[in-house]
């Protein structure tokens, strides 16, 4: 079968993007999905992402990570859906759809995605770490020389060691100047993104949090490139959350499939 998909990232962490509301996409062929996000096999990504028609939004997100495996709530997904959204013509700035951890409200303006996040109403404060779930599990962490930093192996120790078979993701967090500059390891990919939108929100409210921050608006600055987080703080956590930051469509192209 012949597949139609397009590539977008957004700030570096990159999806193929599925128009199935015709319900043809295999979705159960997990070594698929995680051959098409193969970077030398395949077409290459961070994640696969089905669009599928919802009775009662704008649309459904389904997301895989580049293991193949169905996955939790992806942010930076999230905003790419919305901007392949409005290029099918399903919404114009405006959108309401459903994706794993619930509802989501986004706006969109150019290349600019606003997504409202879940509530967040308990984040975990250790001596050296904060742990909160934001539609994924992160694990928040300052360290020094950020640049230098070897995520790949201390996110990997953590990911496994800490938190088991599960895991969590795991975010290595600098103060940068008026913001934040943060590095992610990503379960499922198992590797460091570009950047991870989840965790870049878990980041501006673990901060705020722990005092390091006092604005409700954050700015972080990832490998991929800048997103701001913004939020209200509430009694037992926070809400009103949004992810903010660019959206790009890279490429279209057709490849064969098992169907």
Known sequence: MALTFYKYHGTGNDFIMIDNRQNQFPKDNTEQVAQLCDRRFGIGADGLILLEDDEDVDFTMVYYN???????????????????????????????????????????????????????????KKEHYSFLDTGSPHHVQLVSDLNKF???????????????????NINFVEANGRGFAVRTYERGVENETLSCGTGVTAVALAMHYDG???????????????????????DEGYGNIRLIGPTKKVFKGEIHVTS
Do not use: W
Not at 150 to 168: I, P
């Open 66 to 124: 580049s293991d193949g495996n169905q996955s939790s709530m992806c942010g930076n997904g999230g905003r790419c859906i919305v901007a392949f959204a409005q290029f099918l013509g399903i919404i114009t700035a405006i959108v309401t759809f459903r994706a794993v951890d619930g509802i989501h409200y986004a706006s969109i303006e150019g290349e600019i995605v606003s997504l409202q996040m879940k509530d967040v109403d308990g984040i975990r």
């Open 150 to 168: 070897n995520v790949v192996k201390e996110g990997a120790k953590l990911r496994y060691g800490m938190y088991g078979e599960k895991g969590s």
């Open 212 to 234: 390091k921050a006092t604005a409700e608006n954050i700015k972080i600055k990832t490998p991929g490139g800048n997103l701001e987080v913004t939020f209200e703080k509430k």
